[in-house]
């Protein structure tokens, strides 16, 4: 009964692939985002999806395209892997429609290792 | 300047130690303010939650917010090596779009 789930927790792939992360959650939560963990430790926002909708989407590569199936589902497809892009990538939910003073949950995280 | 920083540590302290965390923000319209604690190679998990100004407190853990100085603190009483871990504060403004900023977080060890 996990609540953010994310799959896989390991990814180590080469530079130019193309890999997908993929991030469930069962709380029926309206609200999903997907962070990015640096090698310092530094969390930043990448996007947020509300009820599938895209509303938040920060200054990412075009290389990275978020999908949201549905309200439960948001993947993370990234294209052309750089070195840069090796870090923990987090999938996050909170409840509703207020934004981000709600209270986010986040998933364990998928550590991704570009060679 | 950084929206927020917080400094990385690493803080090292005995069983039973008070343990203060702190955050400096430059942004005049965060007013939500939250503490995340995180394990090793697990995510982020709300401590503590506080709207504007003000103090909170939940069993060990008290977090103090002053707007005027742009500066947030949480205590940890009486800490225990299940503490250990990296805390990250992290605020937010008034509207409902506006992102949650991330301090990088302060790396927490509790000595038995």
């Known amino acids: 009964d996990t609540a953010v789930s994310q799959t896989p927790k390991y990814l180590v792939t080469q530079m130019g692939n193309d890999k997908s992360i993929k991030c469930e959650q069962n709380?029926?939560?309206?609200?999903m985002y997907w962070y990015k963990q640096d090698s310092k430790k530094f969390l930043k926002i990448m996007f947020s999806y509300n009820n599938k909708e895209l509303i938040i989407n920060e200054t990412v590569p075009n290389r990275f395209s978020p999908k949201s199936p549905d309200k439960a589902h948001l993947n993370l497809h990234i294209n052309s892997l750089e070195l840069g892009d090796s870090a923990v990538y987090f999938c996050?939910?909170?409840?509703?429609?207020?934004?981000?003073?709600?209270?986010?949950?986040f998933g364990p995280g998928t550590r991704l290792l570009v060679l | 300047q950084k929206e927020v920083e917080q400094d990385p540590g690493p803080l090292s302290v005995p069983e039973g130690a008070i343990v203060s965390l702190n955050c400096t923000y430059s942004?005049?319209?965060?007013?939500?303010f939250m503490w995340y604690r995180q394990y090793s190679r697990k995510g982020p998990e709300l401590l503590m939650y506080?709207?504007?100004?003000g103090n909170k407190e939940d069993g060990r853990f008290t977090a103090q917010v002053d707007k005027s100085s742009k500066y947030i603190s949480l205590f940890i009483r009486d800490s225990q090596p299940s503490d250990s871990a990296t805390y990250l504060c992290a605020m937010t403004g008034q509207g409902g779009s506006e992102k949650l900023v991330f301090g990088k977080g302060t790396k927490l060890t509790v000595n038995p």
């Open positions: 996050a939910s909170s409840p509703g429609t207020s934004g981000y003073q709600e209270t986010q949950y």
């Open positions: 506080t709207y504007s100004s």
């Open positions: 942004n005049s319209a965060f007013q939500y």
């Open positions: 709380l029926g939560h309206d609200t």
